[in-house]
C-alpha cells in the first residue's frame, strides 16, 4: 500500500515569497490533516479536511496560509507572504475517518531566508 | 484545553540499556493516548496506542507503555535500546469528541551511544 506522498521535499525562498506544497493521501482515506513541526517542537495542527470539507483550521494563519482540497482527494497548503518564522517541516497526514489511525507523509522542509 | 508535557527534550542511553521516556498530560475532556517516533527526515510512525483496557500497553520495536490515570501520565520504556533505536519520539492525546484532533508533546530526543 503506497504511504502519504508529499513534494516538495525540500524548499528554500526568500521572505515575502509564496510557496506551495503538495498533499497525496493514501487511497480511500476521507480525513486529511496538515501540521506545522517547529525545529524543537512537536507537529501543530494546522487544517483538517473530512472530504473536501473543513472540520478544523483553528490554527491556521489564515491571513497567509491557505488550503484546499479539490475533489476530496489531493491538498495544497499555500503560504503568501512567507516570513522568516514560516520555516519548518510541514507534514500531511490522512485517516480513513476522524477516529482512525493518522499515517504520515515524509514532509516538506521549508526554509524562509 | 489540552497540552502534553515530555519532561526531557533529550535522553542519551548506552545500548541495551533500559529507557524511559516521560510524558504528562493536561485534559479536561477524556482522551486517547499515543507515541509516534520519527526517524531523521522521516514522517511519524505509530509506536503505540491506549485507547482502553489494560494500563499496560505493548508496542513496535520491543517499547510498551504504561496509562497511570490518577498521575495523568504515559510513559514509554524499553528493556534494552539499540542502535537503530535512535530518533525522536513523540507523545499526544487525542481529543474524544468533535475533530478528535491530536495533540503533540514537544519531542524527546532519544540517542543511543555503543
Known amino acids: 500500500e503506497a504511504g502519504v506522498a508529499q513534494s516538495p521535499r525540500y524548499k528554500i525562498i526568500e521572505k515575502r515569497q509564496s510557496v506551495a506544497f503538495w498533499c497525496n493521501p493514501i487511497?480511500?482515506?476521507?480525513?486529511l490533516y496538515w501540521y506545522q513541526q517547529i525545529l524543537g517542537q512537536g507537529p501543530k495542527l494546522l487544517i483538517q479536511?473530512?472530504?473536501?470539507?473543513?472540520?478544523?483550521d483553528s490554527q491556521l494563519p489564515k491571513d497567509r496560509f491557505s488550503a484546499e482540497r479539490l475533489k476530496g482527494v489531493d491538498s495544497t497548503l499555500k503560504i503568501q507572504p512567507a516570513k522568516l518564522e514560516d520555516s519548518a517541516v510541514y507534514l500531511c497526514?490522512?485517516?480513513?475517518?476522524?477516529?482512525?489511525?493518522?499515517?504520515f507523509g515524509p514532509g516538506t522542509r521549508l526554509t524562509v531566508l | 484545553a489540552q497540552s502534553v508535557t515530555q519532561l526531557d527534550s533529550q535522553v542519551p542511553v548506552f545500548e541495551e540499556a533500559p529507557v524511559e521516556l516521560r510524558c504528562n498530560y493536561s485534559?479536561?475532556?477524556?482522551?486517547?493516548l499515543f507515541w509516534y517516533v520519527q526517524y531523521p527526515n522521516q514522517g511519524l510512525q505509530l509506536l503505540l496506542k491506549?485507547?482502553?483496557?489494560?494500563?499496560l500497553v505493548k508496542g513496535i520495536n520491543g517499547f510498551e507503555a504504561e496509562f497511570n490515570k490518577s498521575q495523568t501520565s504515559f510513559h514509554l520504556r524499553k528493556p534494552s535500546v539499540h542502535i537503530s533505536d535512535t530518533a525522536e519520539y513523540f507523545c499526544?492525546?487525542?481529543?474524544?469528541?468533535?475533530?478528535?484532533?491530536?495533540?503533540f508533546g514537544q519531542g524527546t530526543r532519544l540517542t543511543i551511544n555503543p
Open positions: 497526514a490522512s485517516s480513513l475517518g476522524l477516529k482512525d489511525e493518522q499515517f
Open positions: 487511497s480511500g482515506h476521507a480525513t
Open positions: 479536511f473530512q472530504n473536501n470539507g473543513v472540520v478544523d
Open positions: 485534559s479536561s475532556v477524556s482522551v486517547y
Open positions: 491506549y485507547l482502553s483496557g489494560s494500563t
Open positions: 499526544a492525546v487525542r481529543i474524544i469528541q468533535g475533530a478528535q484532533k491530536l495533540v
